[in-house]
């Protein structure tokens, strides 16, 4: 069982940053690759960002790529989101997941393939 609690969201005028933080708790957060996805009113849960367990893959949504990083300190079982030069596009609650697999050498984008969420954070963009 691995339990995750997003914090860091809130509201930000555009241009401006903020850092996610996804603690996990359970033991086994270091063998498992991280995402973080997104979730706008009325639309799908979209991937956002997500490192291997090593941090030797790290992938990014096209929409983030340049603007946001994703990080890990896998001793503090703790993975990060530094998300730069927001825009209201932005806005939505924002999630991370653990992957199901262990010592996947790869990042999955898709959510079916994280077995646990967090309760997510909301971040909210302003024009």
């Known amino acids: 069982q691995e339990e995750l609690v997003e914090s860091g969201g809130g509201l930000v005028q555009a241009g401006g940053s903020l850092r996610l933080s996804c603690a996990a708790s359970?033991?086994?957060?270091?063998?498992?690759?991280m995402g973080w996805f997104r979730q706008a009113p009325g639309k799908e849960r979209e991937f956002v960002a997500g490192?291997?367990?090593?941090?030797?893959?790290?992938v990014y949504a096209t929409s983030v790529k340049g603007r946001f990083g994703i990080s890990r300190e896998n001793a503090k079982n703790t993975v990060y989101l530094q998300m730069n030069s927001l825009k209201p596009e932005d806005t939505a609650v924002y999630y991370c997941?653990?992957?199901?697999?262990?010592?996947?050498?790869?990042?999955?984008?898709?959510?079916?393939?994280?077995?646990?969420w967090g309760q997510g954070t909301q971040v909210t963009v302003s024009s």
């Open positions: 359970g033991g086994s957060f270091s063998r498992h690759a």
């Open positions: 997941g653990r992957d199901s697999m262990e010592w996947r050498m790869v990042v999955t984008t898709t959510p079916g393939e994280y077995t646990y």
């Open positions: 490192m291997s367990w090593s941090g030797g893959s790290i």
